[in-house]
């Protein structure tokens, strides 16, 4: 009897952990936003962000993105409404995750590591920096993934994809945003900027990982 339990147990484990994780068509919203609902087993971190780039992350961000420059003052003044108000967190124990837009100037850029920045200037323009704009080629950070609020940690059973699915989402941004931009001629230029960043508390750095940016000529 325990040996065809322990047949049964592995046959079992194998079909288990080939599943894969697929859309839910019952669970499914319209047009007003999207959720997935998950089976139990592993997903391609690749295949999931490319799903859900244009679908969910882009209109999730053009939704909640608010005026950088009204947000930076707002956050300086209360920065608990502020947060609760315009921002999205996993969980009280993670930090608040933002979407702005805006007019910046590029005033200058960092490539001296592999994870390059540029210095921005918000309008209205002192010359002075406000914020950073991961430009790459390695872009760090998790915002992307945890401004979602149609995803989150519970929805992948194996932890290590969650964790990989950050990093493609940032690969999505190299790939539509980044690639085609020299950002050693920008210096000084104007651009409209939308983005996201993850908020660490007054008087930490902001930098922040852009899902549009456009030049002016």
């Given at each position: 009897?325990?040996?065809k339990?322990?047949?049964?147990?592995?046959?079992?484990?194998?079909?288990?952990?080939?599943?894969?994780i697929?859309?839910?068509?019952?669970n499914?919203?319209?047009?007003?936003?999207?959720?997935?609902?998950?089976?139990?087993?592993t997903i391609?971190?690749?295949?999931?962000?490319?799903?859900i780039?244009?679908?969910?992350?882009?209109?999730?961000?053009?939704?909640?993105?608010?005026?950088?420059?009204?947000?930076?003052?707002?956050?300086?003044?209360?920065?608990?409404?502020?947060?609760?108000?315009?921002?999205?967190?996993?969980?009280?124990?993670?930090?608040?995750?933002?979407?702005v837009?805006?007019?910046v100037?590029?005033?200058?850029?960092d490539?001296?590591?592999?994870?390059?920045?540029?210095?921005?200037?918000?309008?209205?323009?002192?010359?002075?920096?406000?914020?950073r704009?991961?430009?790459?080629?390695?872009?760090?950070?998790?915002?992307?993934?945890?401004i979602q609020?149609d995803i989150?940690?519970?929805?992948f059973?194996?932890?290590?994809d969650?964790?990989?699915?950050a990093?493609?989402?940032?690969?999505k941004?190299?790939?539509?945003?980044?690639?085609?931009?020299?950002?050693?001629?920008?210096a000084?230029?104007?651009a409209?900027?939308?983005?996201?960043?993850?908020?660490?508390?007054?008087?930490?750095a902001?930098?922040?990982?852009?899902?549009?940016?456009?030049?002016?000529?």
């Open positions: 009897m325990r040996i339990e322990t047949i049964f147990c592995g046959f079992l484990g194998i079909a288990l952990f080939s599943c894969t697929v859309k839910n068509d019952a499914q919203k319209g047009e007003e936003g999207n959720s997935y609902a998950f089976s139990i087993g391609d971190p690749k295949q999931y962000a490319n799903d780039w244009e679908s969910m992350v882009i209109p999730r961000i053009e939704s909640m993105a608010v005026d950088f420059g009204e947000l930076a003052a707002g956050l300086a003044f209360d920065e608990a409404g502020i947060s609760e108000k315009s921002g999205y967190r996993l969980s009280e124990r993670n930090y608040y995750n933002f979407a837009k805006g007019t100037t590029l005033l200058s850029i490539t001296s590591s592999a994870s390059g920045s540029a210095s921005l200037d918000l309008y209205p323009f002192d010359g002075k920096e406000d914020c704009l991961r430009i790459g080629p390695v872009l760090q950070g998790y915002a992307l993934r945890d609020s989150s940690p519970n929805s059973v194996n932890q290590v969650w964790a990989r699915l990093t493609e989402l940032n690969n941004v190299k790939e539509t945003v980044l690639a085609n931009v020299d950002f050693s001629n920008m000084g230029k104007e409209e900027l939308l983005g996201v960043f993850t908020y660490e508390g007054n008087g930490t902001i930098t922040i990982t852009p899902v549009r940016i456009v030049f002016q000529d």
